[in-house]
């Protein structure tokens, strides 16, 4: 099968948009950056997209996350260029907002698919990578923060020594919610001049949840071991 109808302009859409963001926010570096960013995400649905896409339009939905992706890939550049705080609030705010959307349209059009729901994960992913780096680089916390933008790449890492971590996992409610969690305290620490005791009292509570939300996990995935 083909490409999906509609991806070329999609993709087209979000290679330009991402960098061209970041062009006019921050200047050329910015837009290195984040062209860089959407290189890797080309090659993500690259790799995803003959695996686990049986449709033959690309629908809105998957519209909505290549929007997300281009957003993450402007915030790359912001953080590349060192802006931090309002500006980068407001945007991985509307890319927060638009992370339930996308689900509920491929729900709605019927192109619910693997290559989809990866995808969301993986934007997600590095949404929460982006944003711990801008508030470390800021000086907001201390590095401990960056345990909320690497637990899922330091879970992935971990299938070489234990491929057992690799198998599917049930669908829970709560690990979406700790998800929704993790991205809202990162987006939260944005807000300049937030005094450290209130950031201490947003960070750490994510913090916990997260650890908690990957250490259930792990636990399921050793008992349920092939």
């Known amino acids: 099968m ?3 109808r509609g991806m070329v302009l999609a993709v087209s859409v979000a290679v330009a948009g991402g960098p061209g963001l970041a062009f006019g926010l921050a200047g050329a570096m910015a837009s290195v950056v984040a062209g860089l960013a959407v290189a890797g995400l080309l090659v993500l649905v690259a790799v995803l997209l003959p ?8 629908g809105l939905c998957n519209q909505v996350t290549l929007l997300r992706a281009a957003m993450v890939s402007a915030l790359a550049g912001l953080l590349a ?3 931090h705080g309002w500006v980068v609030f407001l945007l991985a705010g509307v890319a927060l907002a638009l992370d339930g959307v996308d689900g509920w349209l491929a729900r709605r059009e019927g192109l619910s698919s693997a290559f989809g729901a990866r995808f969301d994960m993986e934007t997600d992913a590095a949404l929460a990578l982006i944003l711990a780096g801008h508030v470390w ?7 401990e923060i960056l345990v909320l933008g690497l637990m899922r790449y330091l ?3 971990a299938f070489w020594p234990f491929p057992w971590l690799a198998a599917a996992l049930p669908e829970r409610f709560g690990r979406k919610v700790v998800c929704v969690v993790q991205v809202g305290a990162l987006i939260l620490l ?3 001049d937030l005094p450290r005791v ?3 009292l947003i960070a750490w509570p994510a913090m916990v949840a997260l650890l908690w939300s990957f250490g259930r996990d792990t636990l399921w995935l050793w008992r349920n071991r092939a």
């Open 2 to 4: 083909g490409l999906p």
């Open 51 to 58: 695996r686990g896409y049986p449709h033959d339009r690309l």
């Open 81 to 83: 260029a060192g802006w």
């Open 137 to 143: 680089m800021a000086g907001i916390t201390g590095p």
């Open 155 to 157: 879970f992935v890492l």
């Open 190 to 192: 944005q807000i300049p």
């Open 198 to 200: 209130f950031a201490a």
